[in-house]
Structures are given as structure tokens and as C-alpha cells.
């Protein structure tokens, strides 16, 4: 059997450290991935039912008139709002 020459061999080898080198920077960036709190999962939910209710405002004021509709507005725009200061709250958080 012959025996490679030495820059085939050595070629092979740096690139091999190369494949090395990458792997490993890639499992210590995936590893360093900032993990999501329970605090930060409530707090955008609570942003979600925020949005979710502004939305259900818009359009129930387009599609129908019901009987005093400054009740909904008042009602519906303040519990967004305190949704979405509470869920501020939980996402900024620290524990």
C-alpha cells in the first residue's frame, strides 16, 4: 500500500480542526441561547390577551351597534391596559 504525500495529509488534518473548531464555537454559542423565564411566557401572554382585546373593541364597534357602547370601550380599553402593564411587569422581572 503507498503512502499518501505529506501535504495531502496535512491538508486533511487542518481541515479536520477546522470541522473541530466550528462544532465546538457552535455547542457553546447554542449553549449560551438565553432560556425563556416563566415571568417572560406570562408576560407575553398577558401582551397577547392585551392586543386581543383591543382588537375584539375594533370590531365589534364596525360591525354592530349594541345598547350603551361607552361601557365596552371603557371597560375593554382599561382591562387591556392593566394586561399590558402587568405583562411589562412580568417580562422586566427579575428572579
Given at each position: 500500500?503507498?503512502?499518501?504525500?505529506?501535504?495531502?495529509?496535512?491538508?486533511?488534518?487542518?481541515?479536520?480542526l477546522?470541522?473541530?473548531?466550528?462544532?465546538?464555537?457552535?455547542?457553546?454559542?447554542?449553549?449560551?441561547?438565553?432560556?425563556a423565564?416563566?415571568n417572560?411566557?406570562?408576560?407575553?401572554?398577558?401582551?397577547?390577551?392585551?392586543?386581543?382585546?383591543?382588537?375584539?373593541?375594533?370590531?365589534?364597534?364596525?360591525?354592530?351597534?349594541?345598547?350603551?357602547?361607552?361601557?365596552?370601550?371603557?371597560?375593554?380599553?382599561?382591562?387591556?391596559?392593566?394586561?399590558?402593564?402587568?405583562?411589562?411587569?412580568?417580562?422586566?422581572?427579575?428572579?
Open positions: 500500500m503507498k503512502k499518501l504525500p505529506k501535504i495531502i495529509t496535512q491538508n486533511f488534518n487542518k481541515k479536520n477546522a470541522n473541530k473548531k466550528n462544532s465546538c464555537n457552535f455547542a457553546k454559542r447554542f449553549n449560551q441561547r438565553k432560556e423565564t416563566i417572560e411566557k406570562i408576560g407575553d401572554w398577558l401582551m397577547d390577551v392585551a392586543k386581543y382585546i383591543v382588537t375584539a373593541i375594533i370590531i365589534t364597534s364596525f360591525l354592530g351597534s349594541f345598547g350603551e357602547p361607552w361601557k365596552v370601550y371603557v371597560l375593554g380599553i382599561s382591562i387591556a391596559f392593566a394586561s399590558f402593564i402587568v405583562g411589562i411587569f412580568y417580562i422586566n422581572k427579575k428572579l
